[in-house]
């Protein structure tokens, strides 16, 4: 991905809010992504205009939920954790049960064990309904679609489909907010980077599907060989060469 791409995320993030533009709620997972966000919706509101809001759904992985907690308290930005338990009948994915999470998903054709299914559109249609209750004008997630797991819901055009179908069923304007979704992993290191949130991504963020905090690498912790701590090593490994 261009470097330019980067410049241009920061160009619109770095503007001076205009008054209608002035909050953001963050939907926080705990991993670089969402991470990342959190520096961008902070560079863009300022830090006493940005919530965040992290979802716990019986994910396997839970320990994401406690580096969120962490990562808010660094910058003192409130969290808000909901619980979406009905996601824990979803047990077609080896997030929710202990499947092998490297596995191909049961019953959808070139999907990943790890998809979940209706997780996203939960996550945002809550995230949205909470931005309307605190008037916030923005919803930041991590989503991406370059280097991303294979998830359908992680896709531009399933993001936007469904703010649209939000804003009409709530008669409401609030955006959600993608900064991720055309850069690359190497590239999303750098925007943590030149974000200020550096440290938050590879000191606290967690990205690994098995919950492994105690095996150390230069790009954070984790298993070192499951699916998402494999795209984890290979977006900084090309981080790396490239900035
Ligand atoms: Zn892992």
């Given amino acids: 991905m261009p470097q330019s791409t980067i410049e241009a995320c920061l160009d619109v993030m770095s503007k001076p809010p205009k008054r209608q533009e002035g909050s953001g709620l963050v939907v926080m997972s705990g ?87 209706a997780r996203n559109a939960l996550f945002l249609t809550m995230a949205f309904g909470l931005a309307m209750e605190a008037r916030t004008t923005h919803i930041y997630t991590g989503v991406c679609q370059t280097d991303y797991s294979g998830y359908p819901d992680c896709r531009e055009e399933f993001v936007v489909a469904l703010e649209n179908a939000l804003q009409v069923g709530y008669q409401s304007t609030i955006k959600i907010v993608t900064p991720l979704m055309h850069l690359d992993k190497a590239a999303t290191f750098e925007l943590a980077r030149r974000t200020g949130v550096w440290d938050d991504v590879i000191q606290f963020s967690h990205t690994c599907y098995e919950g492994v905090r105690d095996n150390l690498h230069p790009w954070g912790a984790g298993c070192g060989a499951c699916p998402a701590c494999e795209l984890r090593a290979k977006g900084f490994n090309k981080f790396e060469a490239r900035y």
């Fill in 31 to 117: 991993g670089q992504d969402s991470t990342t966000c959190l520096g961008v919706a902070i560079m863009r509101h300022g830090r006493e205009n940005v919530r965040a809001v992290a979802f716990d759904y019986g994910q396997k992985h839970s320990i994401e939920l406690e580096q969120a907690r962490l990562i808010c308290e660094r910058h003192e930005i409130l969290l808000i954790t909901v619980d979406i338990p009905v996601l824990k009948m979803m047990e077609s994915s080896a997030l929710v049960t202990h499947g092998d999470t490297s596995a191909p998903h049961e019953y959808l054709a070139d999907l990943p064990a790890t998809f979940v299914p």
